[in-house]
């Protein structure tokens, strides 16, 4: 089955940039959607196919993907930015379709 | 407003039922795939069954086949999973999610599943 892998946590000065990176084999061959969640709260959809945001998501949120890495970027980060992130593809290879990463801790310092 | 609004969570023991409902408004349900994620407490999230618009087309994780059946109602805009032969390792919240292509475009707010003697 199609492993995703994410650093369990990410700290970042209020300002500066965060970078979640989400490792997968040749994971630039597929398309990588991220997710933000809130403590309490559900997932939003922030970043879909590698670098498109959804209306309603700040610029500050980019994405790419290339190689064995995709990566979300999260410029001139706030407070308000603190949240687990997880990275998700869909895999055609195995029954299991919608494969997430286990996610990451942002902690704004 | 687009809303997904799950019920029908609660405690269970071991090796029981339970069917959750995910009920849609806001948006045409029928044109949507749809995916039940689970995510145990203090855990990250898992996806466990999708559904194409028509209902033809199913899939289900592993941990989960053969025990939960997932099915919908278009005309009632209506999203159900069945579990069945539950476990304890089944425990988490269980979220309703409007796809699109492959990513998971909206969510309702989660139904909490307990299954402990």
């Known amino acids: 089955s199609y492993v995703l892998t994410q650093p369990p946590s990410v700290s970042v000065a209020p300002g500066k940039t965060a970078r979640i990176t989400c490792g997968g084999n040749?994971?630039?061959?597929?398309?990588v959607h991220w997710y933000q969640q809130k403590p309490g709260q559900a997932p939003v959809l922030v970043i879909y196919y590698d670098s498109d945001r959804p209306s309603g998501i700040p610029e500050r949120f980019s994405g790419s993907n290339s190689g064995n890495t995709a990566t979300l970027t999260i410029s001139r980060v706030e407070a308000g930015d603190e949240a687990d992130y997880y990275c998700q593809v869909w895999d055609s290879s195995s029954d299991h379709r919608w494969v997430f990463g286990g996610g990451t801790k942002l902690t704004v310092l | 407003e687009v809303q997904l609004v799950e019920s029908g969570g609660g405690l269970v023991q071991p090796g029981g039922s339970l069917r959750l409902s995910c009920a849609a408004s806001?948006?045409?349900?029928?044109?949507?795939?749809m995916n039940w994620v689970r995510q145990a407490p203090g855990k990250g999230l898992e996806w466990v069954s999708y559904i194409s618009s028509s209902g033809s087309t199913i899939y289900y994780a592993d941990s989960v086949k053969g025990r939960f059946t997932i099915s919908r109602d278009n005309a009632k805009n209506s999203l159900y999973l069945q579990m069945n032969s539950l476990r304890a390792e089944d425990t988490a919240v269980y979220y309703c999610?409007?796809?699109?292509?492959?990513?998971?475009?909206?969510w309702g707010q989660g139904t909490l599943v307990t299954v402990s003697s």
């Open positions: 999610a409007r796809v699109r292509d492959t990513a998971m475009v909206g």
């Open positions: 806001g948006f045409t349900f029928s044109s949507y795939e």
């Open positions: 040749n994971i630039g061959s597929k398309s």
